[in-house]
């Protein structure tokens, strides 16, 4: 059982950053692949980014690629999603996702099996 935790989120500024974290409050995340994800006001969950168990695989959506970065620390049992240049359109509730131990990396959320309670990013014009 893992239980996963999203903080960082806030209101900023067209072009501002921000860093998003998500840490297990049960559970061990260093042998999972974990994902961003968002849902914008409206419009369906979408994938951001995603990192494989041992860090050595990243993916991430046309829309955040160059401007959005993810990371992990296995011995703090986190992950990260670090936004700059953020736009207007980036405007979402943030959820942070695991896989099954040892899972590939994948694009679709329905293949992860835990979630987050998300964290609510707005970035004004």
């Known amino acids: 059982q893992v239980q996963l935790v999203e903080s960082g989120g806030g209101l900023v500024q067209a072009g501002d950053s921000l860093r998003l974290s998500c840490a297990a409050s049960e559970g061990t995340l260093s042998s999972r692949t974990m994902g961003w994800f968002r849902q914008g006001p409206g419009q369906e969950r979408e994938f951001v980014a995603a990192?494989?168990?041992?860090?050595?695989?990243?993916s991430y959506a046309d829309s955040v690629k160059g401007r959005f970065a993810i990371s992990r620390d296995n011995a703090k049992n986190a992950v990260y999603l670090q936004m700059n240049s953020l736009k207007p359109e980036d405007t979402a509730v943030y959820y942070c996702?695991?896989?099954?131990?040892?899972?590939?990396?994948?694009?679709?959320?329905?293949?992860?099996?835990?979630w987050g309670q998300g964290t609510q990013v707005t970035v004004s014009s």
């Open positions: 990192i494989k168990w041992n860090g050595g695989d990243t």
């Open positions: 996702a695991a896989r099954r131990p040892l899972n590939r990396i994948t694009t679709d959320s329905g293949l992860y099996d835990y």
